[in-house]
Every structure is written in C-alpha cells, then in structure tokens.
C-alpha cells in the first residue's frame, strides 16, 4: 500500500535546503518555454537528471533522457501547436507550472492517423528539482479530452 508520503514529493528535504534559487527556477521555465515553441526535444529532456522519473499520462512512466522520445512524438503528431505558461508556483525545489497547449491532431498520434482536429489542452507539470535538474516529474492533464477533441475516443452525450 503507498502511503501519503510515498506519494508525494520529498518536501522536507528541499524545504530546508533547497538546491535552487528563484531567479534559477524561473530560468529553467524561460528556458524550457523556448524549448517548447521550437519544438526542440532534445533541449527539453536535457532538464531532466539521469535517473529522473517522469510521470505523464499519455507515456506512462520514464525515465531521464527517455523524456525525449515522449516529446518528440507528441511534437511529431501536433506539428504547429502553441503552449502559453500561464502560472509558476515555487516551493523551494518544488514547482508547479500551468500551461495552455493548442493545436492540429496533424501527424500519426498513437498509431492513429491524423484527424486534423483541433485541440485545447491545460496541463499542470509538478517538478522536484536538484542541482538545476529535474529529478521528478507529474505531468497532470485531460488525456480522455484530448481524445474525444481530436476525434479518435467518439462518445454519446447524455
């Protein structure tokens, strides 16, 4: 059975000492943001630490640099689409980062064929950072709407 903490990130250690300052967490969003309008996935899994766990919804658990895989098939399949950071929250080493994503289902997503359907997606990204890396992430997101938005989960309303 997990307990709370299993399922939390570590926030007594960082809290006490964290690794980071400000100024250096908001860096690595700016940095991270241009990384997302070039659709640059190399740039973006160099963030992570070697032994990173990333958590998302659509690729399941990963690790480290595995990350770039991950991004490069979402990239692939919404060619074109726009990401806004809307809210940052730090806590320490902690971070929470809101973002709006836009896009055209325009490339095979999944082994699915383009569907040319647009889509608008909010997604919230927890981050534990460590030495300017991110050892942890939760990406937090409406998988189950992104499907029905660009045409490939059908459902009846009620």
């Known amino acids: 059975m997990t307990s709370i903490h299993d399922a939390t990130f570590t926030a007594e250690r960082s809290q006490t000492h964290p690794t980071m300052t400000r100024e250096e967490v908001m860096a690595l969003v700016a940095r991270r943001q241009e990384a997302y309008e070039k659709m640059d996935a190399a740039t973006l899994a160099a963030d992570y630490a070697e032994d990173?766990?990333?958590q998302s919804p659509m690729a399941g658990v990963h690790h480290g640099r595995e990350a770039e895989a991950a991004f490069r098939h979402w990239f692939n399949a919404f060619?074109?689409?726009?990401?806004t950071v809307d809210a940052v929250i730090i806590d320490g080493d902690h971070v929470?980062?809101?973002r709006s994503l836009r896009g055209t289902h325009v490339g095979e997503f999944l082994g699915l064929a383009p569907t040319r359907k647009a889509f608008h997606l909010s997604i919230?990204?927890?981050y534990e950072l460590k030495d300017g890396k991110i050892v942890q992430e939760r990406r937090i997101y409406d998988f189950t709407g992104l499907l029905i938005q660009i045409g490939v989960l059908k459902v009846k309303p009620i």
């Open 96 to 98: 929470a980062e809101v």
């Open 52 to 54: 990173a766990v990333i």
């Open 124 to 126: 919230v990204a927890l």
């Open 79 to 83: 060619r074109g689409m726009t990401q």
